[in-house]
């Protein structure tokens, strides 16, 4: 669990962040996590938490003076660079598409891997921690509308990934981090999971 009061933590940065990094953390916390995007009343109330920690954070770390002695107070005020433990892995929460149990994976950097559900033991392939480029594209089709969205890995490869509907509160904006739980039998996308601040919060999709 990571400490509430962790500041760098609330905006995922590094503690030695600058503050023009710190700044886009916190505006894009704030648009990621606008509590309007999410209708489930549990899902609202985690976004309005993420965005008040953001705020938060922002207060103290947008501020030198400020940002000064909240890090002295991390390094137990000696006046020492504050230890730092090794980056742990981080770890998404994605629901299963057959039965929507959640289990804790290690992002992947936006790659596609083969999940197995410890619910109903399906398998099932998810695309983990891509990047969002541009905005989705709307094509008109014989079938029908598809909404075409760009994803990037780590890497820089490009996967686009077609939805027959998404929910307007998912705007899926550049740069934001996602998760894709695809069907386990069917090339399709079942749930998009936004992740930012320790927290994952997602949407079904088709
Ligand atoms: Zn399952």
Same mark, same amino acid.
């Given at each position: 669990? %990571?400490?509430? &009061?962790?500041?760098? $933590? @609330?905006?995922?940065?590094? =503690?030695? +962040?600058? /503050?023009?990094?710190?700044?886009?953390?916190?505006?894009?916390?704030?648009?990621?996590?606008?509590?309007?995007?999410?209708?489930?009343?549990?899902?609202?109330?985690?976004?309005?938490?993420?965005?008040?920690?953001?705020?938060?954070?922002?207060?103290?770390?947008?501020?030198?003076?400020?940002?000064?002695?909240?890090?002295? %107070?991390?390094? &137990?005020?000696?006046? $020492? @660079?504050?230890?730092?433990? =090794?980056? +742990?892995? /981080?770890?998404r929460?994605l629901p299963c598409p057959s039965?929507?149990?959640?289990s804790?994976v290690?992002?992947a950097?936006g790659r596609v891997v083969q999940l197995a559900c410890?619910?109903?033991?399906d398998t099932f392939p998810a695309m983990i921690g891509a990047?969002?480029?541009?905005?989705?594209?709307?094509?008109?089709?014989?079938?029908?509308?598809?909404?075409?969205?760009?994803f @990037?890995d780590?890497?820089?490869?490009?996967s686009?990934v077609e939805?027959?509907?998404?929910?307007?509160?998912?705007?899926?904006?550049?740069?934001?981090?996602l998760s894709i739980v695809f069907h386990a039998r069917r090339a399709r996308p079942v749930y998009a999971i936004?992740?930012?601040?320790?927290?994952?919060?997602?949407?079904?999709?088709?």
């Amino acid at each position: 669990m %990571r400490d509430p &009061d962790d500041h760098y $933590a @609330a905006l995922g940065v590094d =503690p030695a +962040a600058t /503050r023009e990094e710190i700044r886009e953390a916190w505006r894009f916390h704030l648009t990621a996590f606008h509590p309007d995007r999410f209708r489930d009343p549990t899902q609202r109330s985690r976004a309005e938490e993420i965005t008040k920690a953001a705020n938060a954070a922002w207060q103290v770390l947008g501020d030198t003076g400020r940002r000064r002695r909240y890090d002295l %107070r991390r390094g &137990d005020g000696d006046g $020492a @660079a504050p230890v730092q433990a =090794p980056p +742990a892995p /981080r770890m998404r929460e994605l629901p299963c598409p057959s039965c929507a149990t959640r289990s804790r994976v290690p992002d992947a950097g936006g790659r596609v891997v083969q999940l197995a559900c410890p619910g109903c033991g399906d398998t099932f392939p998810a695309m983990i921690g891509a990047r969002c480029v541009g905005r989705p594209r709307l094509d008109k089709r014989w079938l029908g509308l598809r909404y075409q969205a760009v994803f @990037a890995d780590e890497e820089g490869r490009l996967s686009t990934v077609e939805f027959r509907r998404l929910p307007v509160e998912l705007a899926l904006t550049e740069g934001e981090r996602l998760s894709i739980v695809f069907h386990a039998r069917r090339a399709r996308p079942v749930y998009a999971i936004l992740h930012g601040a320790g927290l994952d919060l997602g949407w079904r999709v088709r």
